[in-house]
């Protein structure tokens, strides 16, 4: 991996650390406060750590699927959550990671899936031995 890919593979490393930490904080000191909201928050951890090591491990077999699913769920998390933020703030009167399309983060968590997603539709792995040997019989 080089050039963009390493710069990818270090901003969800980043976002991976700030995620796990704010979510861990959150939820020892003021879990009760907002379940949802904190929750949230450890499910986006959890997801950052995946595509991060799916990112990394992409040329493996099996990893650039994991890596599609995990960016897949970033996407549709951030702007689920991002939209009920903003049509029902009630909800997350206590911020997450997703609130408000990633506010607290300067709107990576928005825009990151977009490259993610870019940079394995442009770096698709080989198919596998059993995938080839399904096309040859085509």
């Given amino acids: 991996m080089t050039g963009i890919g390493r710069v990818l ?4 490393g980043v976002m991976a650390l700030a995620a796990t930490g704010r979510s861990f904080v959150q939820i020892a000191e003021r879990f009760a406060e907002a379940p949802l909201a904190y929750s949230l928050s ?3 951890a959890v997801v950052y750590i995946l595509a991060t090591l799916a990112l990394v491990f992409a040329r493996r077999p099996g990893w650039y699927t994991v890596a599609w699913i995990a ?3 970033e996407l549709v998390g951030v702007l689920v959550v991002g939209t009920l933020s903003v049509v029902l703030p009630e909800l997350f009167q206590h911020p997450t990671v ?3 399309y990633g506010i607290g983060y300067v709107f990576v968590p928005l825009v990151l899936p977009f490259f ?3 940079w394995l539709i442009t770096h698709r792995t080989p198919a596998s031995g059993a995938d080839r040997a399904g096309e040859e019989a085509r």
């Fill in 42 to 44: 450890a499910a986006s």
């Fill in 98 to 100: 997703w609130s408000l």
């Fill in 116 to 118: 993610g997603l870019w």
């Fill in 71 to 73: 960016i897949g769920f």
């Fill in 9 to 12: 593979v270090f901003v969800y």
